[in-house]
């Protein structure tokens, strides 16, 4: 059995332990980290002199051989040695003899992995940024296409007051750019390179550090050994960002699997994204965006498990951190697929206009635009609340609609009250009245949208 240790052992490891121990069936994901880092690794140890020029030489090459076979997916991985970079270093071995004993030259398993572990989150959030884009993309998209459609908008879950559709998509776009935000920062936030601290002092030969940060496009050298192999705080970070980026996807598919209910009837989800029922022949149920919804609860729970793991860990390095790549790959491989999904959803949902137009005219949507309407009369707003409040319950006590109201019962409530009022009871005024930055003032969406358009393109 290959191992990178085992001559201090008095007998050989029990096979149940080395099961129970070995990484190599879920830490394959870093061969070509583990490989690139070796090639900058094998160049810096030739270029300072610690190992011969030729064996420097020999190592990349035959790293580089490995790199394409890894690329092409025909590197076979041995399950019985114990993790990926016992497997690269065996098969290095067989590839070009003695020279590849001098590749963990200064280097320990204990920086290596954590530095095949920043490049895996740094590589993955730079695609994870993408897939957001090309989400937010869509959702422009479809907010365009649907400039003129006015809806109810909730707070509560109970009908507030009206917005636009395009306004509401908006809203989502936001909420994604901050997550493209959050993933940028922790990737600046883990542009330190730990190789070169070694098994947890540092070494007494002589290496060059910035030589290898720079090769593989870090700011600079970690700046503390024990910190270097310790640190888990870029797995964190990403598995942070990426259940609040979990977060927002559910609550994106929670709107539209409301709105896609009969009850709701506000759109149409295309029936790629759906599944029927077994027992029930006319069933048209959300079931992906209902997983998206579920599946944040495992991203938020893999948070907690690495949160949980390196918890109360005494400094340095311990074998509980191997555990951190199960959690780490699946939430990114799911947040992935979440981000794909959700950006087919906006390219084939259909709005039922005329249906959601029947529901944008109930007097109540209204009742702030009319208090405002005070307000600009001099009306203090805790009068204009009052005022409006007892209008409407005295329209419901009635079986009135305040349109219906002359201007006598009108002038009853305020004085301030004329007939133009009543034309404030509309969704188009309603959201043509809006000024305010932010707000969804038509040609203030318009002018969002073309921004992101240019932003996101
Ligand atoms: N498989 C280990 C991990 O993922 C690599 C580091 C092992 N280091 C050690 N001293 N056993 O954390």
Same mark, same amino acid.
């Given at each position: 059995?290959?191992?990178?240790?085992?001559?201090?052992?008095?007998?050989?490891?029990?096979?149940?332990?080395? *099961?129970?121990?070995?990484?190599?069936?879920?830490?394959?994901?870093?061969?070509?980290?583990?490989? *690139?880092?070796? =090639?900058?690794?094998?160049?810096?140890?030739?270029?300072?002199? $610690?190992?011969?020029?030729?064996?420097?030489?020999?190592?990349?090459?035959?790293?580089?051989?490995?790199?394409?076979? $890894?690329?092409?997916?025909?590197?076979?991985?041995?399950?019985?040695?114990?993790?990926?970079?016992?497997? =690269?270093?065996?098969?290095?071995?067989?590839?070009?003899?003695?020279?590849?004993?001098?590749?963990?030259?200064? &280097?320990?398993?204990?920086?290596?992995?954590?530095?095949?572990?920043?490049?895996?989150?740094?590589?993955?959030?730079?695609?994870?940024?993408?897939? $957001?884009?090309?989400? *937010?993309?869509?959702?422009?998209?479809?907010?365009?296409?649907?400039?003129?459609?006015?809806?109810?908008?909730?707070? #509560?879950?109970?009908?507030?007051?009206?917005?636009?559709?395009? #306004?509401?998509?908006?809203?989502?776009?936001?909420?994604?750019? &901050?997550?493209?935000?959050?993933?940028?920062?922790?990737?600046?936030?883990?542009?330190?390179?730990?190789?070169?601290?070694?098994?947890?002092?540092?070494?007494? @030969?002589?290496? /060059?550090?910035?030589?290898?940060?720079?090769?593989?496009?870090?700011?600079?050298?970690?700046?503390?050994?024990?910190?270097?192999?310790? /640190?888990?705080?870029?797995?964190?970070?990403?598995?942070?960002?990426?259940?609040?980026?979990?977060?927002?996807?559910?609550?994106?598919?929670?709107?539209?699997?409301?709105?896609?209910?009969?009850? !709701?009837?506000?759109?149409?989800?295309?029936?790629?994204?759906?599944?029927?029922?077994?027992?029930?022949?006319?069933?048209?149920?959300?079931?992906?965006?209902?997983?998206?919804?579920?599946?944040?609860?495992?991203?938020?729970?893999? @948070?907690?498990?690495?949160?949980?793991?390196?918890?109360? @860990?005494?400094?340095?390095?311990?074998?509980?951190?191997?555990?951190?790549?199960?959690?780490?790959?699946?939430?990114?491989?799911?947040?992935?697929?979440?981000?794909?999904?959700?950006?087919?959803?906006?390219?084939?949902?259909?709005?039922?206009?005329?249906?959601?137009?029947?529901?944008?005219?109930?007097?109540?949507?209204?009742?702030?635009?009319?208090?405002?309407?005070?307000?600009?009369?001099?009306?203090?707003?805790?009068?204009? #609340? /009052?005022?409006?409040?007892?209008?409407?319950?005295?329209?419901?006590?009635?079986?009135?609609?305040?349109?219906?109201?002359?201007?006598? *019962?009108?002038?009853?409530?305020?004085?301030? !009250?004329?007939?133009?009022?009543?034309?404030? @009871?509309?969704?188009?005024?309603?959201?043509?009245?809006?000024?305010?930055?932010?707000?969804?003032?038509?040609?203030?969406?318009?002018?969002?949208?073309?921004?992101?358009?240019?932003?996101?393109?």
């Amino acid at each position: 059995m290959t191992k990178l240790w085992g001559s201090r052992f008095a007998k050989g490891t029990d096979v149940l332990a080395d *099961q129970f121990s070995f990484s190599i069936a879920y830490d394959q994901n870093l061969a070509k980290y583990d490989v *690139q880092v070796g =090639i900058a690794h094998a160049r810096m140890l030739g270029k300072c002199g $610690i190992i011969p020029k030729q064996d420097a030489a020999r190592l990349v090459s035959g790293l580089q051989k490995i790199a394409s076979q $890894i690329a092409d997916g025909v590197f076979k991985f041995d399950p019985k040695a114990e993790d990926v970079h016992t497997n =690269i270093q065996t098969a290095l071995k067989g590839l070009i003899g003695p020279a590849a004993d001098r590749l963990h030259t200064a &280097r320990s398993r204990n920086d290596l992995i954590a530095l095949d572990m920043k490049l895996y989150c740094r590589e993955e959030i730079k695609v994870i940024i993408g897939l $957001i884009a090309q989400l *937010q993309k869509a959702i422009v998209g479809f907010a365009g296409r649907h400039q003129d459609v006015i809806m109810p908008a909730y707070t #509560h879950l109970q009908s507030a007051q009206v917005v636009l559709l395009a #306004h509401h998509m908006l809203a989502y776009v936001e909420m994604l750019e &901050r997550d493209k935000g959050r993933l940028k920062a922790a990737v600046a936030h883990m542009d330190s390179m730990p190789l070169g601290s070694c098994a947890l002092s540092g070494t007494s @030969l002589p290496i /060059d550090r910035d030589f290898v940060a720079k090769t593989l496009g870090f700011a600079r050298p970690t700046a503390n050994s024990m910190d270097s192999v310790s /640190d888990r705080d870029f797995a964190v970070e990403t598995l942070a960002d990426v259940a609040i980026l979990g977060m927002h996807c559910s609550r994106v598919a929670e709107d539209f699997i409301l709105w896609g209910t009969s009850e !709701f009837n506000f759109l149409d989800i295309d029936w790629s994204l759906c599944t029927g029922s077994s027992i029930m022949p006319h069933k048209k149920n959300p079931d992906v965006l209902e997983l998206i919804r579920g599946e944040t609860a495992n991203l938020y729970s893999r @948070l907690n498990e690495v949160l949980i793991l390196m918890k109360g @860990l005494p400094l340095t390095y311990n074998r509980d951190m191997q555990l951190d790549k199960p959690p780490l790959f699946e939430s990114v491989d799911k947040i992935k697929v979440i981000l794909k999904l959700l950006t087919k959803l906006f390219t084939g949902v259909k709005v039922k206009k005329q249906d959601i137009v029947r529901r944008i005219y109930d007097e109540g949507f209204f009742s702030v635009d009319v208090m405002e309407y005070l307000i600009k009369k001099g009306v203090s707003y805790r009068a204009a #609340h /009052d005022l409006v409040g007892t209008m409407i319950k005295g329209c419901v006590d009635q079986g009135k609609k305040i349109v219906d109201l002359t201007l006598g *019962q009108l002038k009853a409530y305020s004085p301030y !009250f004329e007939e133009d009022v009543k034309a404030l @009871l509309d969704p188009k005024i309603s959201v043509e009245s809006k000024k305010s930055f932010g707000s969804t003032n038509p040609k203030l969406v318009r002018q969002q949208i073309a921004k992101w358009k240019k932003l996101l393109d």
